[in-house]
């Protein structure tokens, strides 16, 4: 069954939230800042309420099968987009961004990784909607992200070496200046006009979100095939994302067990998505072509279920962990200190 929304709806959603998001915008253009912890806690608050409204409103046209859906795309899409999180630490780091500008700089990574979601979406629709057997492609590229997931190996310094490959092609091509003048794309040296360091910021971030495109949508069309929903939760996880960079800060490095839950989710969806295709199957050498009829159908609720507890274990063993060593620590200096007194 499609699922069938009021045009007035779609159209009505779509207009608020990308006004919502272009006000976010101006808001960093006019007043670029640090925010502080509680103003980025409202705002991810905010976000999320905002995401659980949409979610009661699509339970009302749609249905409580289609809410469930967008919820469970959404926090999927949002403990990805946490990930991303990560290697953006490292983007600004390695470039040294001012942390000022930072905003700026998150909030056009926001936006590249919309188009670009946004282009995989309609493509991945497309696709889906002319070959089913593509579901089998799509499981097997989500088992294989996640068992990279489960074990990096340095997975993140990989991605910035490949933005390292980009730096250098730009410094080929363009002339670059050694500092940043603001948050300007173009300064004046000598008389002559060049690029500042912020472009490279940009593409770095670009090519990032283009990485993480490839790996989120397959993710989401395990849950759901509307490409309304798709998009949506995609929005509503990134929106609130340039605040959560602020809320989290050294947090990020203390959740060191989220890639384990990340993986364990894209690992399911995966199967998830294979079990589909062989319940749907139109493959000619595979059972004759004939759909398989033991493969079971994994439920909206249950893939919820597995996200949301998947996601909890991670976090609350990653904060445990960390607490332990914060102990182990004090320990381990009071004993340091009972040695030399």
Known sequence: MDLELPLWFEIGSLVVLTLILVADLLLILKRPHIPSTKESTLWVVFYVVLALIFAGLMWIFAGPEYAGQFVAGWLTEYSLSIDNLFVFVLIMSQFAVPRRYQQEVL????????????????????????????????????????????FPGGDHDEEVQRENFIVRMLRRMIDISDHYDGAKLRTVVDGKKIWTPMVIVFAAIGVTDLLFAIDSIPAIFGITQSAFIVFTANLFALMGLRQLYFLLGDLLDRLRYLHYGIAFILAFIGLKLVFHAMHVNELPFINGGEPIEWAPEISTWMSLAVI??????????????????????????????????
Do not use: N, P
């Open 107 to 150: 909030m056009v990574g926001i936006i590249i990784a919309l188009i670009l979601r946004g282009a995989f979406i309609l493509l991945g629709a497309a696709i889906i909607e002319q070959f089913s057997w593509v579901f089998y492609i799509f499981g097997a590229f989500l088992v294989f992200t996640a068992y990279r997931q489960a």
């Open 308 to 341: 949301i507890l998947a996601m909890g274990v991670a976090t609350i063993a990653s904060l445990a962990a960390s607490a332990r060593d914060k102990r182990a620590a004090i320990a381990a200096t009071d004993v340091a200190k009972k040695d030399t007194a």
